[in-house]
């Protein structure tokens, strides 16, 4: 049950939060594959750091993390991906993860981040209500990091027989540039869950 409950907040992570699509990758073991497909190239690793080319921000991937999936690096660095809106994403596990990305605003009817707020957390109120089998909690709050103004919504899913914590999913949301830049946290142990978001934290306030 647990692993159920899991794999169904990511995926409502990747595919709810960020409209995303999968796309076909690896950790760099097949990125010579990638000339012969579509991608969009949005930033470079260098020295662990990973550096973004839709605006300023500049990361760092922890040590003994691995790249996700969808994001593969070409032999010079560059970050490309199928999916345009994918920027950046590395884990421990696939428990304990960090995502990022990257979206236009153009053409959205939603033209305020309080509006998007509420939205989102409608929309994981709505979805989490329908399984009778998993409590959760949902909260959210208003932030500034760096220069930016983010909000955060934070859904903890509990076991509904043992009220066991399962997962924690932390998601900051800002609009920049007519974008939406959406991070997304998840973790099943505290101590991952701080190491990551003290990193996110750290890489807009320098």
């Avoid at 080319?53 to 003994?64: H, S």
């Amino acid at each position: 049950m647990k692993l159920k409950f899991i794999s169904f907040l990511l995926i409502i992570a990747s595919n709810s939060i960020f409209s995303q699509e999968k796309v076909i990758g690896s950790n760099g073991t097949d990125a010579l594959n990638a000339s012969t497909i579509k991608v969009n190239p949005n930033g470079k690793i260098e020295n662990g750091t990973y550096s973004c080319l839709k605006f300023d921000w500049n990361i760092k991937i922890p040590e003994g993390y691995v790249l996700d999936a969808a994001t593969v690096v070409l032999p010079n660095g560059t970050v490309v991906s199928q999916n345009p809106t994918h920027l950046i994403g590395f884990e421990v596990d696939k428990r304990n993860t960090f995502l990022s990305s990257f979206e236009s605003l153009a053409g959205s009817k939603i033209t305020s981040l309080e509006d998007h707020k509420n939205f989102i957390v409608k929309l994981f109120n709505d979805t989490y209500s329908k399984i009778e089998t998993l409590k959760f909690d949902v909260s959210s709050s208003n932030m500034r990091i760096g220069n930016y103004d983010f909000y955060k919504v934070q859904t903890r899913l509990y076991d509904s027989k043992t009220d066991e914590l399962l997962l924690t999913q932390d998601l900051y949301n800002s609009f920049i540039n007519n974008n939406l830049f959406s991070v997304n946290i998840n973790y099943n142990n505290p101590n991952i869950g701080k190491l990551l978001t003290e990193n996110f934290i750290s890489s807009l306030s320098n």
